[in-house]
Structures are given as structure tokens and as C-alpha cells.
């Protein structure tokens, strides 16, 4: 094999990562229902699994970037790829739900280990700014497959009843693609040299870690058992939690230690007002999927599979809007996300006047489904350019790096909130009544939530460049 194959083989090694991290959010969107029963779990037990999954994530990314700096990208690469597919196999296997949430946890820690080093090695492997583009495309097409692929088999597999339960598929299915990308990773990718300069904010993980625990754990259990008295003071102490990790970040700067995130980016006012409205973009994103498989399943009755095809639809959207949108936004600068953003609600407003029973039309319901991914589409591929845009070149990195942990706990969030409103209302009752009323609140304060996004957007100052028309 020449080095040019070698080189883009290497591109489809490393894509894997973003290939299993995105598909293992998306494909148990849809199996909530199934999962519940599996693992004799509660509604709280449910918002765990996608919401642990986000904060191992979100508290480790930036950490993950240095330790592939620090003990080279493939080594890093190769030990993050075995503890996602191990930690997989523990879901997979999972008997109670406190086995799979702890397991969830460790595959978004993993996550966060294998993600920067796909994308460090993209730029590395791809020097040259035209092969970079085609490379960092086809990266993004891969995620934005998985994203598609996840909820077909989030809805297929758990109707598949095999030699186990077919939702336990959902997890076992990362083995054989997790070992693959291993074993081709450690006979094709080139090391990358350890740099041991610095160290690691160890103390900052921590911290960010703990609060981020403290603030989304009592918001989802908390609800269930009535609000006790830890659930107050853990909501209070997050906030606490979280001032003190700004001054301890703030005071590291101030001695030229290394901190996990530069405090310095938040005297930019783009930023700022770009990460508010990622906020409450992300706090739709999946609070979406949840309450509507939910609804859809348990409610209107449902089957997984032919849920999991109707969201195919909703993907297919946000696929195509996404490849269209990109060079608009060159052109017409962020008008194209806030018109991405009122498809959303339009579509959302639909999704309430038109998500009455099981007898709704399905040409009908496609249509809002795509409609909805048309919007996303729009939005999300730019949302991290319009956040960025006045960050200077040398704070880049760290700039992406934070703009990824806000956005995993921003979905974190949203599942806490959301959730909570639709659980909260739904109470104990199971009538079709119950379950519409309890969705039409929750999917009304994603609206709300979409408007303060579109707030943010516009008073976000336009590039000039996208004024301009170049």
C-alpha cells in the first residue's frame, strides 16, 4: 500500500471515533423505551443514559486533546477505541440501570479521549489546505451518517429478538467495529511525538467534573423523588462549584499555570452571545429525540423500528440542509441560520398541532419530520463558525475545545429541563390525553428556547465579509 492510500486509509481509521461517539448518542434516542424495560429502570434512570454519556464527554474533551499531546495521538487513539468498545460491551451486558448508566459514563469519557485525536491527526495527515477541506468533508459526512444510521438502528434492533434482547444489540454492536479500528489503527497510523511540556489541569477536571454533576444529576433525579433536601443543595452548590472553577481558572492564568479552559475567551462579547445561543440550541437538540420517541412509543403506540425509520426522515433533512447551507452561510452570513432556526419552530408548532394519535397521515408526518432536520441542518455546521468569528487565530483551539464542552453539557441540560417538564407533567398517567398534554408543554418551552436562540443570533454581530456577499 503507497503512502497516499496509506494516508487516506488513516482518515477513515481515525473517522471512526466520530463515527461510534455520534452513533451511540443517536441510536438510543429511540430504544429509551425498550432500554426501560430491559433494565427494570424509571424515567430519571432513562434521561441518565443519554445525559451521563454527554457529561463524561463534556468533562474530559479538552483533557483528551493534551493527553494526546503529552503520550502521542495513536497511543491515545488506540487505549480511548478499547475503552469505548469494552465500556460498550458493559452496557451490552448491563443488568440494572445504575450497571448501564455507570458504563455510559465511561463511554463518553472514552469519547472524549478519541475525538481530539481524529481531529489533530486530519491536520496532520492533511498539510494542505485543499486536501484538509476534503478530508475534514469527509470527516463531517461520516458523523453526519452515524447521526442518520443511529436512529434506523435505535428503532430496528431493539424489535430483534436474537440470542439476547434486542436492545442490548444497540451496544454490542461497537466490538466488532471497535477492535477493527483498533487493529488497523496500530498497524497503519504514524505516532505522533509526546510533547511534555505543560501538565495537566488536574484539579480543574475536577472541579468542572463535580459541578456539572451537581447541577444536571438533581435536576433529572430530583423530580422522582419529590425534590429532597440534597437535590436543593447539590443545584446550589453547582453554582457554587462552578464560581470557583472560574477563579481557579482565572488565578492559574495569572501564574502561567496551563488551566483546562482559557478564561481570557470570555472577554470576547461574540463569543459570549454565540455560546448563549448554543445554550439553548443544544437544549433542544436531544431534549427533541427523547420526548418525541417517548411520545410516539408509549404513548401513541408506536413500534420501535417504525419510529426509528420515521426519525430517518428528520435526519435525511439535516443531512441535505447541511450540505446546502454551508456555502450560503458564506454568502449570506448568519440570515441563514436564523431562517434554519424558524423552520425549527414552525416545524415544532406542527409537531403540536399535527401529533394527535397514530392515525396521523404518515406523508403528513414525514414531511414535519424532514422539515424539523431541514432546520437543524441549517443551523448546527455554522453555529461554531458564528461562535468563533472574532477569536483571534491563537485562541482557536482552545476556543473549539470549549465551544465542544458547552454544547455536550448544554444537551445535558436540555434532557435535565425538558425531560423533567414532560415527566413532571405526565405524573402517573397513562392515557393518550396525558401523554399529549405532558409533550405539548415540553415541546412548547423548546420553542421558547428556540426564540432566545434566534434573540442571541440576532444581536450576534454580522461578519463583514457575509455582508459583503464575499
Same mark, same amino acid.
Not at 154 to 170: A, K, M, S, Y
Not at 364 to 381: D, E, I, K, N
Given at each position: 500500500m503507497n503512502r497516499l492510500q496509506v494516508k487516506w486509509l488513516s482518515l477513515l481509521i481515525v473517522s471512526s471515533s466520530v463515527f461510534l461517539a455520534v452513533i451511540d448518542i443517536f441510536i438510543v434516542n429511540v430504544a429509551l423505551p425498550s432500554i426501560r424495560k430491559g433494565v427494570n429502570g424509571t424515567e430519571s434512570d432513562m434521561q441518565l443514559i443519554i445525559a451521563l454519556y454527554l457529561l463524561g464527554y463534556a468533562s474530559f474533551l479538552i483533557t483528551g486533546g493534551r493527553l494526546g499531546d503529552h503520550y502521542g495521538r495513536k497511543k491515545v487513539f488506540i487505549t480511548a477505541m478499547l475503552l469505548f468498545t469494552v465500556s460498550s460491551l458493559l452496557c451490552g451486558l448491563a443488568q440494572t440501570a445504575f450497571q448501564l448508566n455507570t458504563a455510559r459514563f465511561v463511554q463518553g469519557v472514552s469519547a472524549a479521549f478519541m475525538i481530539p485525536q481524529g481531529i489533530s491527526y486530519i491536520h496532520i495527515l492533511f498539510p494542505e489546505h485543499k486536501e484538509r477541506i476534503k478530508a475534514l468533508g469527509i470527516y463531517g459526512s461520516i458523523a453526519g451518517s452515524?447521526?442518520?444510521? $443511529?436512529?434506523?438502528? #435505535?428503532?430496528?434492533? !431493539?424489535?430483534?429478538?436474537?440470542?439476547?434482547? =434486542?436492545?442490548?444489540? +444497540?451496544? +454490542?454492536?461497537?466490538?466488532p467495529l471497535g477492535l477493527a479500528a483498533a487493529l488497523l489503527a496500530a498497524r497503519y497510523l504514524h505516532d505522533t511525538p509526546p510533547q511534555q511540556s505543560g501538565r495537566f489541569d488536574i484539579s480543574g477536571v475536577m472541579l468542572l467534573t463535580t459541578a456539572l454533576f451537581a447541577l444536571v444529576f438533581p435536576l433529572i433525579r430530583g423530580r422522582e423523588l419529590g425534590w429532597p433536601l440534597w437535590s436543593i443543595l447539590s443545584l446550589a452548590g453547582s453554582i457554587l462549584l462552578l464560581f470557583l472553577f472560574a477563579y481557579d481558572q482565572r488565578r492559574k492564568l495569572a501564574k502561567q499555570t496551563p488551566p483546562l479552559i482559557n478564561i481570557r475567551l470570555f472577554s470576547y462579547r461574540d463569543f459570549n452571545i454565540g455560546l448563549c445561543a448554543v445554550l439553548f440550541y443544544f437544549m433542544v437538540q436531544d431534549s427533541y429525540f427523547l420526548i418525541n420517541a417517548i411520545f410516539m412509543q408509549t404513548g401513541l403506540g408506536f413500534s420501535s423500528s417504525e419510529t426509528g425509520i420515521l426519525f430517518v426522515f428528520q435526519g435525511v433533512g439535516y443531512v441535505v440542509a447541511s450540505l446546502v447551507s454551508i456555502p450560503l452561510v458564506k454568502r449570506y452570513g448568519k440570515r441563514v441560520l436564523q431562517g434554519g432556526v424558524v423552520m425549527m419552530m414552525l416545524s415544532l408548532v406542527m409537531h403540536v398541532l399535527f401529533f394527535r394519535s397514530?392515525?396521523? !397521515?404518515?406523508?403528513?408526518? +414525514?414531511? %414535519?419530520? *424532514? *422539515?424539523? =432536520? /431541514? =432546520?437543524?441542518?441549517?443551523?448546527? !455546521?455554522?453555529?461554531? /463558525?458564528?461562535?468563533?468569528?472574532?477569536? !483571534?487565530?491563537?485562541?482557536? $483551539?482552545?476556543? @473549539? #475545545? /470549549?465551544? @465542544? %464542552? *458547552? &454544547? &455536550? %453539557?448544554?444537551?445535558?441540560? =436540555?434532557? $435535565?429541563?425538558? $425531560? #423533567?417538564?414532560?415527566?413532571?407533567?405526565?405524573?402517573? &398517567? %397513562?392515557?393518550?390525553t396525558a401523554y399529549l398534554g405532558a409533550y405539548q408543554t415540553a415541546t412548547a418551552v423548546n420553542i421558547l428556547f428556540l426564540l432566545l436562540v434566534s434573540f442571541f443570533l440576532f444581536i450576534l454581530p454580522e461578519?463583514?465579509?457575509?455582508?459583503? #456577499?464575499?
Open positions: 452515524a447521526s442518520v444510521i $443511529g436512529q434506523f438502528l #435505535g428503532g430496528l434492533l !431493539p424489535d430483534i429478538h436474537w440470542v439476547v434482547e =434486542g436492545w442490548r444489540l +444497540l451496544f +454490542l454492536i461497537n466490538l397514530d392515525a396521523l !397521515p404518515r406523508p403528513v408526518l +414525514l414531511a %414535519t419530520l *424532514f *422539515f424539523y =432536520g /431541514t =432546520g437543524c441542518g441549517s443551523v448546527l !455546521p455554522s453555529l461554531l /463558525t458564528m461562535a468563533l468569528k472574532s477569536i !483571534p487565530v491563537h485562541f482557536a $483551539g482552545a476556543a @473549539s #475545545g /470549549t465551544f @465542544s %464542552t *458547552f &454544547q &455536550q %453539557t448544554s444537551v445535558a441540560l =436540555g434532557i $435535565g429541563v425538558v $425531560g #423533567g417538564i414532560f415527566f413532571s407533567i405526565l405524573g402517573s &398517567q %397513562t392515557s393518550v461578519e463583514k465579509e457575509a455582508r459583503t #456577499g464575499s
